[in-house]
Structure formats: C-alpha cells, structure tokens
C-alpha cells in the first residue's frame, strides 16, 4: 500500500466520514427538559434583577445571559426536535413563582442549591464550560444569598433592639410613675 493511501485511509475525508450518531428518544426527552428548565433559570435571575440595583443586578443579569448560552447549545442539538418544548421542571417553576412574589434571599438559596444539582458534569452532551459555568454560579448565588442574609439580618437585629429599647423605656416610665407614690389609677 502507498504512502498516500495510507494517508487516505487515516484521515478520510468529510464525504467518507460516519456521520454523528442521531439522538435518541431519551436523549431529546433530556435535551427538552434541560432547555425548559434553563429557560425558566433565567426569567428567575432576570426577575431577580427587576428588584436589584447596581453591582447585584449586573451579576443576576450576568447569570440570566450564561443561562441563555446554554439554552442556545440545547436548541442547537435538538434542531427541529425543539419545536415541541417541554414544562420546566416544577423546582424551577417553584422558583420561577418565588422570585416574582416573595423575596430573594430565600429564593437565592433555592437557586443555590438548584445550580449545584446541575447534571452538566456527568452529561457527554453538555460542555466542560457548562458544567464550570455551573459551578461558578453555585458560588455566585451562594455569594448574593450570603449578602442577602446578612442584610437581612442586620435589618432583623435593628428591629429586635428598637423594640427591646421601646419595651425597656416603657417599663421604666410605669416603674418611675409607680415609685412616686401616685395613686394606682393613673399608672
């Protein structure tokens, strides 16, 4: 055998080549199901961010559009196979109904969780810088929960202390009264 025949046969060229594999049902079934629900990931972020100012809503924006990149690689594989779209799943549409009437600390640590769930690592169909997308938006939201809670808290604490002060000078002003020696009745 030649030299290059040897080189045909190594490297065939596009026309000989094998084709991709089609999809199978399951895997459409998937693909629909992992287009749904980052549709519905990013309408979460994207609602988040309505309420959000500044450097926050940037970063849930920020989330919002990666979301639409993977959306885009799922419609790419499923080609016409996309026109029969599925439900998100209902964790997504939980937190889809959360971000827009409750909120986004509790619906922050939902996504949290939700992202770290991701089946993008284990997927042969998903790519390497989807998973890690995944994985940084773990951290991401973890971040913004973190700094919701500790508003939160902070707003909490403030509240507990106003009313510990307001109880404290109420007390004080019904002790002072009663010390003084007026009747009963007008403590």
Do not use: C
Request: overall charge positive; cysteine-free; proline content about 4%.
């Amino acid at each position: 055998m030649t030299q290059h025949a040897k080189a045909n046969r190594a490297h065939p060229s596009a026309e000989t080549r094998p084709s991709a594999p089609q999809p199978t049902a399951a895997d459409i079934r998937r693909w629909r199901q992992y287009l749904a629900d980052e549709r519905a990931e990013a309408a979460v972020y994207r609602d988040l961010a309505q309420n959000r100012v500044g450097e926050e809503r940037d970063i849930l924006l920020a989330l919002a559009e990666a979301e639409g990149r993977h959306e885009a690689h799922w419609l790419k594989l499923l080609g016409d196979n996309a026109q029969k779209s599925r439900p998100a799943s209902l964790r997504s549409q939980l937190l889809g109904f959360l971000a827009r009437h409750f909120g986004s600390v509790f619906v922050l640590a939902l996504a949290q969780r939700a992202e770290g769930r991701s089946p993008y690592s284990r997927d042969p169909n998903a790519t390497d810088a989807m998973a890690a997308d995944e994985q940084i938006h773990e951290e991401v939201v973890r971040g913004l929960a973190t700094r919701g809670r500790n508003r939160l808290a902070g707003t909490f604490r403030a509240a507990v202390f106003g009313a510990n002060d307001g109880l404290v000078s109420n007390l004080s002003l019904v002790m002072g009264m009663a010390a003084s020696g007026v009747s009963s009745g007008v403590v």
